[in-house]
Every structure is written in structure tokens, then in C-alpha cells.
């Protein structure tokens, strides 16, 4: 049974070293309190970032092999932003063919979905490409469990408020036969100075999600992965008054 251990944040000097020496290995390896920007390795996979510096804050793997690993990007006491990423260690034998809990693109009452997934295979492989903007309330609550209840406590740890009470996620999902990779972006409307999630705010999170959508897909499929950083770029609101009421 795996279990998460809480460790200090690492000094700057030490996280420079420890980043020398470990840069092409995957992230679920390091301590938490590592910082990563622009992207990380996950298992060999390329994971991009939006713009600033994330803390690695927790680390997973179930028993079937599946890693996951959870990012935050603080403002202060709250959660700016967020990435949580899952993708398999080792692939599954191969007849066996991933079996979702629920349809990545079946969600009700989202703000966006895209569904590019063309499935030809009539239920012979696992093939799923899904997109979905959603928001979510009071996340990271005592409700929280798996990775997420880690982070939470992680969170907590380091004085962040918590639940945040809304957050903007954009879920891109891709499975290819035995491959799979989730991974999530988070965003706190409060910390971008939007009082609440503004359509400019809000399509800044589906352009996002977009591109990340088809650097994921050319990952799969063995193209050439690199997202255009101009697409992780998140929208600014120009809103004192919620800027004022980050900070107290």
C-alpha cells in the first residue's frame, strides 16, 4: 500500500542540485517541495506547465501501475493554480484494454467539451480523446480522497486556504490502446483578479485546453509534442477589487 510522506520544502541550493542530476528522470521520483517550471517527465511523458513556478506537493501509484503526481502554484495563502497529471508506469499486457469507470466526455453541466476521439474500433481497443472545462466548488475539502486528499493535506501544511472555494479546471483525457494519460490544469479566478470566472478568463482555460488536447494526442500517436506556450497563457482580469481581496 502506498502512502504519502510529508517532507520540508527543499532550499533553493539543494533543489538546483537534486535538478542537475535528476532532470531526465520522472517526477514522482523527487521529494515534495520540488519546484518544476515549463514542463516535467511523468513516467517518460512530456507534461507542459502554464507560466511560473509549481511545487510538487504530492505522488501516487495504485496497483495497477498507474502514477499519478499533483503540482501547486501558490499566491500567498491560496492555490493559484494547479496540474495533476496520471499515466501508466508500465504498460498492461497486450490484450488488456483500459476500462473507464465513466465516459471522460459523458459529464453534465460543464462549460466546454470536445470530444476527438473517432472511434473506429467498435470496442476492440481502448481509444478515448476528450477535452472537458468544468467548474468546480470548494475543492480540497474533507470530502477529498486518492491524490486529491494528499494534496489537501500538503495544502493545508503550508497554511493555503482551503476548500478554494472555485476553481476552473480544464480535464484533457487520452487513451490509446495501452497507453493512457490524464492531466488536469486548474485555476483560481481570485488569484487572475477576476472577481468571478469572466468568459475572457474562462476562454483563456479552453484555449488551453485545446492545445494541450492535441499535444497529448500527438504524444500517443509518436508525432512531435511541443505545445505552443503563447496557448498556456492565462487570462488577466483587470479587477482591483478582487486583486484587494486576494491579499487579505
Partial sequence: MWTWIRTPVVSPALLAAFA???????LHLAPTGTV??????????????????????????DEARIVSVFLAQLDGQR????????????????????????????????????????D???GEYAHQNCLVVERRARSFGAASTGIMKD?????????????????????ITRIERRE??????AFNPWSYGCN????PFVESIIALGKDLQQHFDDLLMGRRAEPSRAGLAIH?????????????
Fill in 20 to 26: 542537475t542530476t535528476c532532470a531526465a528522470h520522472s
Fill in 36 to 61: 518544476v517550471s515549463g514542463s516535467f517527465e511523468l513516467a517518460g511523458k512530456a507534461i507542459p506547465l502554464p507560466e511560473g513556478e509549481f511545487l510538487l506537493a504530492a505522488t501516487r501509484i
Fill in 79 to 118: 492555490l493559484k493554480s494547479a496540474v495533476w497529471a496520471t499515466t501508466v508506469l508500465e504498460p498492461p499486457a497486450a490484450r488488456t484494454n483500459w476500462v473507464q469507470a465513466r465516459e471522460p466526455c459523458a459529464r453534465e453541466n460543464v462549460l466546454f467539451r470536445l470530444d476527438l476521439a473517432q
Fill in 120 to 122: 473506429t474500433s467498435r
Fill in 151 to 171: 494534496a489537501a493535506a500538503w495544502l493545508a501544511y503550508h497554511d493555503v486556504v482551503l476548500p478554494v472555494p472555485v476553481l476552473i479546471v480544464a480535464e
Fill in 180 to 185: 493512457l494519460v490524464r492531466v488536469a490544469y
Fill in 196 to 199: 468571478r470566472p469572466s468568459p
Fill in 236 to 248: 488577466q482580469c483587470a479587477s482591483a477589487l478582487a486583486s484587494a481581496g486576494a491579499r487579505q
